[in-house]
């Protein structure tokens, strides 16, 4: 794969001043959710694939915070960087390069996915969210997070964050929910990061394929 701009980041990425105010809030957030999720039903093992998963930190912290399940964790990434970091750090899953929008995996494989701050980046998000459906199995979770533009405020700013990431668009929640329509995905509910009154709004979205396991 070609190099690209989060190759330029991958090395800063774990220093960046938004991992304390926007990127560490919402892997606690995913966490606690997912941990809803899976407390009540899950003793066997859990297929969980992270899209979009950077430096591995999400997954580091769903390893430590679930270690009482039995998981096997994959994360996917554009960034050949990205991943490299990763996989020092994602010791007990595997993690791969690879195209949201092509995932190399099999139809209902994943009881859990989860997609942060990823999302805006990919060109057809349509495609992203049928890819998602694709590969998690009938009744499994997808939890979605992402900057969200939502007011002019968020605007202003995610055109500030666009000049270091390149091409992106940080769909609203309205925006979120048409998409997760289409994709014929069920939205469960959408919660904002409860965050510093400087950053832009951030939204999870939990999603499941149907409804039945
Ligand atoms: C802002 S970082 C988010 C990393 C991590 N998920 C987090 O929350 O900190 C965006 C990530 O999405 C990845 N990405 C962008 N487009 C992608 C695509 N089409 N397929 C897979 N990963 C992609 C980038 O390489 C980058 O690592």
Same mark, same amino acid.
């Given at each position: 794969?070609?190099?690209?701009?989060?190759?330029?980041?991958?090395?800063?990425?774990?220093?960046?001043?938004?991992?304390?105010?926007?990127?560490?809030?919402?892997? &606690?957030?995913?966490?606690?959710?997912?941990?809803?999720?899976?407390?009540? $039903?899950?003793?066997?093992?859990?297929?969980?694939? &992270?899209?979009?998963?950077?430096?591995?930190?999400?997954?580091?912290?769903?390893?430590?915070?679930?270690?009482?399940?039995?998981?096997?964790?994959?994360?996917?990434?554009?960034?050949?960087?990205?991943?490299?970091?990763?996989?020092?750090?994602?010791?007990?899953?595997?993690?791969?390069?690879?195209?949201?929008?092509?995932?190399?995996?099999?139809?209902?494989?994943?009881?859990?996915?989860?997609?942060?701050?990823?999302?805006?980046?990919?060109?057809?998000?349509?495609?992203?969210?049928?890819?998602?459906?694709?590969?998690?199995?009938?009744?499994?979770?997808?939890?979605?997070?992402?900057?969200?533009?939502?007011?002019?405020? $968020?605007?202003?700013?995610?055109?500030?964050?666009?000049?270091?990431?390149?091409?992106?668009?940080?769909?609203?929640?309205?925006?979120?929910?048409?998409?997760?329509?289409?994709?014929?995905?069920?939205?469960?509910?959408?919660?904002?990061?409860?965050?510093?009154?400087?950053?832009?709004?951030?939204?999870?979205?939990?999603?499941?394929?149907?409804?039945?396991?």
């Amino acid at each position: 794969m070609s190099q690209n701009i989060w190759d330029f980041w991958a090395d800063r990425y774990e220093k960046l001043w938004v991992q304390k105010y926007s990127l560490m809030p919402t892997r &606690d957030l995913v966490v606690a959710e997912l941990q809803k999720y899976i407390a009540a $039903d899950f003793e066997e093992e859990i297929n969980l694939l &992270d899209v979009g998963c950077g430096t591995g930190q999400l997954l580091e912290d769903i390893k430590e915070e679930l270690r009482h399940h039995n998981l096997a964790l994959i994360g996917i990434d554009s960034s050949e960087q990205m991943i490299a970091l990763a996989s020092k750090k994602v010791t007990n899953g595997k993690v791969i390069v690879g195209d949201a929008l092509n995932l190399p995996f099999l139809d209902n494989h994943f009881d859990f996915l989860t997609c942060c701050h990823s999302f805006p980046y990919y060109q057809n998000k349509l495609k992203a969210l049928q890819e998602f459906k694709r590969v998690v199995k009938p009744g499994g979770y997808l939890f979605l997070v992402q900057a969200s533009e939502n007011n002019f405020y $968020d605007k202003v700013v995610m055109k500030l964050v666009k000049l270091t990431t390149g091409k992106a668009s940080y769909p609203s929640n309205g925006q979120v929910r048409e998409l997760v329509q289409k994709a014929e995905l069920n939205l469960l509910n959408q919660k904002g990061l409860e965050n510093s009154f400087f950053v832009p709004s951030i939204f999870l979205s939990t999603l499941q394929n149907g409804d039945k396991k």
